[in-house]
């Protein structure tokens, strides 16, 4: 069974700083998807980025970028100039068929 | 657009009471979901439907009764329900049954009393 952990309960960043949160997962598939998730307060599950393991290039979208290493099972997100409103759930997950998230890490942006 | 839509927004309801959650996308997506969503936990799969089949039924109870009208809507009927049962319902869809990323939609906080 593939299951997805994220070791940081919770996490904290200073406004305009950067974070990473933690990811990794285990599967014995080659082709698989990841993808990181926010859940703000309002409650809405958008997708931040995602990432195809075929691929090495690491995915980017404007502020947050991943750190893929297939060999080591690792998936972590980056957040550079952290903002407000990034405060929020992140939850990390892995696909092949139905979706396999981890616990979530709560992300407190100080101001 | 990748908008999914849901309503209602809040529902509460007794355990005697029928009600229907509704969901809906009109983004040409094949493949949409239920997950269950207790506080500050991830999504648990319900159902999936795809191509308007159900397709996976992860053992919830049958006071849970899923239905798909077309490809672009989604309801889930409820009757009977337990305080247990209180949680977000979230809707997802997704251009394929594998692989694809999910779109969710904002949610129904659903309450048993």
């Known amino acids: 069974a593939q299951t997805v952990t994220q070791s940081q309960p919770e996490m904290s960043v200073q406004e305009a700083e950067t974070v990473t949160l933690s990811c990794t997962y285990d599967?014995?598939?080659?082709?698989?998807?990841l993808f990181w998730y926010k859940q703000p307060p309002s409650r809405q599950m958008i997708l931040v980025i995602r990432?195809?393991?075929?691929?090495?290039q690491n995915a980017t979208e404007n502020r947050f970028s991943v750190n893929f290493q297939k060999a080591a099972k690792s998936f972590s997100l980056k957040i550079s100039d952290s903002q407000l409103g990034d405060a929020a759930m992140y939850f990390c997950?892995?696909?092949?068929?139905?979706?396999?998230f981890g616990a979530g890490t709560r992300l407190t942006v100080k101001p | 657009d990748t908008e999914v839509t849901q309503t209602p927004k809040h529902l509460v309801m007794g355990m005697t009471n029928k009600k229907s959650l509704k969901c809906e996308q009109h983004?040409?997506?094949?493949?949409m979901y239920w997950y269950k969503q207790k506080a500050k936990k991830p999504p648990e799969l319900m159902f999936v439907?795809?191509?308007?089949?159900?397709?996976i039924n992860e053992s919830v109870p049958s006071r849970f009764s899923p239905e798909c009208p077309n490809s672009s809507l989604l309801n889930l009927h409820l009757h009977a329900l337990q305080p247990e049962d209180s949680a977000l319902y979230l809707c997802?869809?997704?251009?394929?049954?594998?692989?694809?990323?999910?779109?969710f939609g904002p949610g129904t906080r659903l309450t048993v009393t």
């Open positions: 990432q195809e393991a075929y691929k090495q």
């Open positions: 997802a869809s997704s251009q394929g049954p594998v692989a694809y990323e999910q779109y």
């Open positions: 997950a892995y696909r092949v068929a139905d979706m396999r």
């Open positions: 983004m040409g997506h094949r493949a």
């Open positions: 599967t014995s598939e080659s082709d698989y998807y």
């Open positions: 439907y795809s191509y308007e089949k159900l397709s």
